[in-house]
C-alpha cells in the first residue's frame, strides 16, 4: 500500500514528538490528531483543513533536526496562534500588514532577539504552508523584524576565582559530584554548548596518542574533537572510573540520577537537568544564580582571552562561523572598565 493511501484512509504515523520522543498523530480521513497534553497543534492551523494539519506536523518533526529550535518555534507559533484567537483572524486572512501589527505589539513587551527569532518562525512555517499549497503567500516575508547589534553578549561570566570556588564547593565524595564536576569542566574547558555535551557518548572521551580529546556533538550533527585540559582529563577519567562505565561504550556520558539515591540510570541527561543542576551548584557555592549553562561558555572564552589567548583560536574551539560571534563572549573589556570607573576619588 502506497505511503499516500495509507494516508488517505486515516492510518496512525510514528512522528517525533516535539520533547523528543515519539507522538501517535492521525492525520486524514478526518481522524483526530493526538499530541501530548499541553501540545495541542494551533487552532490557526487545525481549522485551516487537514491538509494544513499535516504540512504543520511535518514541518515541526520532519524539517526542524535542533530541539531547541524546534522547541522555540512551536512556543512562537503558539503565541501567534493565541492572538489571532483573540482577534478571530483564520489562516486564509493574514496578511502582511496583521503580522506587522502583531510584531508591533511583540516589540513593546519582549527582546528584539526574541521578536526576530518569532519572526523568523512565522516565516519558515509560512513558506512551508506555501510550497504545499496551503496558503497563496507568506504573510510574514515582507514583514520587517526590529533593528538589533550588539558588541557584548549578555550572558553572565565567572571570574577565574569564582570558577575554582564553584568547583571545590562540588561534593565529590560520592558519585553525583563527579558526574556535575565533570559536566561543568567539559564545558568550561572546551567552550562548548550544553546540548554539545550532555549527547556525549562514553567513547567520545579518547586517548589520542599521549593525549586525550573529546569528541562534541554540535548543531546540525557535525563532530568537533578537542584536545582535553588536564584538569579536565582528570574530572572525567574520576567519573568514569566511579560510574564503571568505561567499558559501555555507546551509553550516554552524562547520566540522569534516581531520585535521591546518588545512582545513575542509563539515560542521558537533558539541558533542563543541566540547568537544574548549575543552579544547585552555584547556589551552593555562593556564587550568582543568575548564572546558566552558557556561562561556562563564555567563562572560558574569556579566561582563555585573558591569558594571552587568540580571538581566531577561541572561535575555531567554540565552533563558531564568525569572529564577531566569538568576541561578544570577551569581557576582558569589563576589568579594565572597572578599574578606570575606580579612579574616581569622590
Known sequence: MSEKSEMEQGAILLLPELKGELVVAGNTGGQEVALPEGLNL??????????????????????????????????????????????GIGLHQLQPFIVATYTKELKETRHPQTVKQHLAALRMLFDNLVVGQVIPNNPAASVRGPKYSTKKG??????????RQLFKAIDTS????????ALIGTMVYTFARVSAVINMKVEDFYQSGVKWKVRLHEKGGKFH??????????????????????????????????GRSRTLTDH?????????????????????????????????IT??????GTLEFAQKLACHESARTTGLYDRRDDEVSLDEIEKIKI
Open 303 to 308: 579566561n582563555y582571552l585573558m591569558n594571552e
Open 268 to 300: 542521558a541527561m537533558d539541558r533542563h537537568d543541566a540547568i537544574r543542576m548549575v543552579k544547585r551548584r552555584a547556589h551552593d557555592a555562593g556564587v550568582s544564580d543568575k548564572i546558566g549553562c552558557h556561562t561556562f561558555r563564555a567563562t572560558g
Open 42 to 87: 494551533p487552532k490557526l492551523i487545525t481549522d485551516a483543513g487537514e491538509k494544513a494539519t499535516l504540512r504543520f506536523i511535518n514541518f515541526f518533526t520532519a524539517e526542524i533536526e535542533n530541539d531547541n529550535t524546534r522547541m522555540a518555534y512551536y512556543r512562537a507559533v503558539r503565541q501567534f496562534d493565541a492572538w489571532c484567537e483573540k482577534r
Open 154 to 163: 549578555k550572558t553572565p561570566v565567572l571570574t577565574a576565582d569564582e570558577t
Open 225 to 258: 574533537e578537542v584536545f582535553s585540559h588536564h584538569n579536565l582529563v582528570e574530572y572525567l577519567h574520576e567519573y568514569i572510573q566511579a560510574a564503571g562505565i568505561s567499558e559501555d561504550k555507546k551509553a550516554p556520558l552524562f547520566r540522569t540520577a534516581e
Open 174 to 181: 560520592h558519585l553525583i559530584g563527579l558526574r556535575d564536576r
